[in-house]
């Protein structure tokens, strides 16, 4: 298992935009984004492979949240553009268990982050 940290979250108004970080303490294999609204379970969001060259959004974002990560850094970020208010939920970075290099399945992701709050106001 790896550290991983992540920020970005705050208070924005429907059709804006946030980013998300995340660092991680040392190198990982797949990543991705999940989701927990209250009273709901964790929900994929997006998943990058290894080498960045592969990614899968989950139908609810796709076309307006971006995937990305520097392995250089050990960072993955969420770029999420034309925010609702259901996307209004603590989103946590996770990293995969060593030797998968990409999945969205939450139960392959054994790292997580503490979690950042995003509220998207009407």
């Known amino acids: 298992q790896v550290q991983l940290v992540d920020s970005g979250g705050g208070l924005v108004q429907a059709g804006g935009s946030l980013r998300l970080s995340c660092v991680a303490s040392?190198?990982?294999?797949?990543m991705g984004w999940f989701r927990q609204a209250p009273g709901k379970e964790r929900e994929f969001v997006a998943a990058i492979s290894w080498t960045g060259g592969t990614t899968y959004y989950a139908d609810s974002v796709k076309g307006r949240f971006t995937i990305s990560r520097d392995n250089a850094k050990n960072t993955a970020n969420l770029q999420m553009n034309s925010l609702k208010p259901e996307d209004t939920a603590v989103y946590y970075c996770?990293?995969?268990?060593?030797?998968?290099?990409?999945?969205?399945?939450?139960?392959?992701?054994?790292?997580w982050g503490q979690g950042t709050q995003v509220t998207v106001s009407s």
């Open positions: 040392a190198r990982t294999f797949g």
């Open positions: 996770a990293a995969a268990r060593s030797g998968i290099y990409y999945t969205h399945s939450l139960s392959d992701y054994d790292s």
